[in-house]
């Protein structure tokens, strides 16, 4: 199987010191939630990773995470690269514009690493602990889309009632699918919380069984192609040019509503894991070392690949 693993870890900060989400230790050996992200991955058949960085922090990341990890995966024969998500990397004919200092979205880091991607890809928050199933459902799909297809594609649906923090608010996005589990829509819901009776935002309970989105495509190098065209008609119709972004999940809602993509939705039940507040990280460490206990993992982590 050819496919790659694009990893979007721009937002991680410039210093790699305390306080940076994405490289807490987690595991039982220091492990972060990106070696599980990667090691699941490989373990279903990917053979390609990614990495969408910044290029101020292109040195640290490779000592520190790349580097590591390019070491670790050279037994399994798996390839690494690494692309750059810059606010000046525009189309020819736009500019900056001035006071500029936002990202530009999701769907600017995807597109940084299209000259890397010639097979179906799956792509994934460099945050977010996702689980194995999702990665062997994800990669059993991919096996049977065409790259040169812009519009079958999927994503993986995670139960709702599985993707909470117990020490906030969280924003999913609530899916809502055909009668052959296709994706007919996604509705971004803020503010939920764990009530007394299951999930519900702003006071209204939701279905604790409901499929969410947490960011975690399979794509395709031709849908790339048309990403890079609406990216320009993005950039011409801004309407704050300070703060406006590019985002995956609303670009692929308007592709659903214009009938111009088919997004099989690949269920999951595997509970998400992630560092949305600094105290989700006691818990996290709890459930990983659970399943290491449990057999589901090695220690360390990659001995097993």
């Not at 001035?98 to 460099?126: M, Y």
């Not at 459902?137 to 599985?162: H, I, Q, R, T």
Request: glycine residues 10%; proline residues 5%; charged residues 25%.
């Amino acid at each position: 199987m050819n496919a790659s693993l694009v990893i979007m870890a721009a937002g991680i900060g410039s210093r790699f010191s305390g306080g940076i989400k994405q490289l807490e230790k987690v595991g039982p050996s220091g492990e972060i939630i990106m070696d599980y992200s990667i090691h699941d991955a490989v373990k279903a058949g990917f053979n390609h990773v990614v990495f969408v960085i910044r290029r101020d922090i292109e040195k640290e990341f490779h000592e520190i995470i790349g580097g590591r990890i390019q070491e670790m995966l050279r037994p399994a024969n798996v390839k690494c690269d690494y692309v750059f998500q810059s606010l000046d990397d525009l189309p020819d004919g736009f500019t900056l514009p001035e006071g500029r200092t936002k990202p530009w979205g999701t769907c600017q880091a995807v597109l940084s690493a299209a000259d890397k991607l010639h097979n179906p890809f799956a792509v994934i928050n460099a945050d977010d602990y996702y689980g194995q199933s999702a990665y062997r459902s994800m990669a059993e799909y991919l096996k049977g889309l065409d790259p040169e297809n812009p519009e079958k594609l999927c994503m993986s649906g995670f139960v709702l009632k599985n993707t909470l923090s117990e020490n906030g608010s969280v924003t999913r996005g609530v899916c809502s699918m055909d009668d052959k589990g296709m994706l007919s829509g996604i509705k971004e819901t803020k503010n939920i919380v764990i009530g007394k009776e299951g999930p519900e935002a702003d006071g209204v309970r939701l279905d604790a069984e409901s499929l969410v989105s947490m960011n975690m495509w399979g794509l395709t190098p031709a849908f790339l192609r048309g990403m890079a065209s609406s990216f320009r008609d993005f950039l011409s119709n801004l309407s704050d040019p300070k703060k406006d972004e590019f985002l995956l999940p609303v670009y692929i809602g308007d592709l659903l509503k214009a009938g111009k993509a088919q997004i099989r939705v690949l269920p999951t039940t595997d509970k998400w894991f992630g560092v949305t507040y600094k105290e989700d990280a006691a818990s996290v460490r709890d459930s990983l070392k659970a399943l290491h206990d449990g057999g589901v993992y090695a220690s360390p982590l990659f001995s097993d690949l």
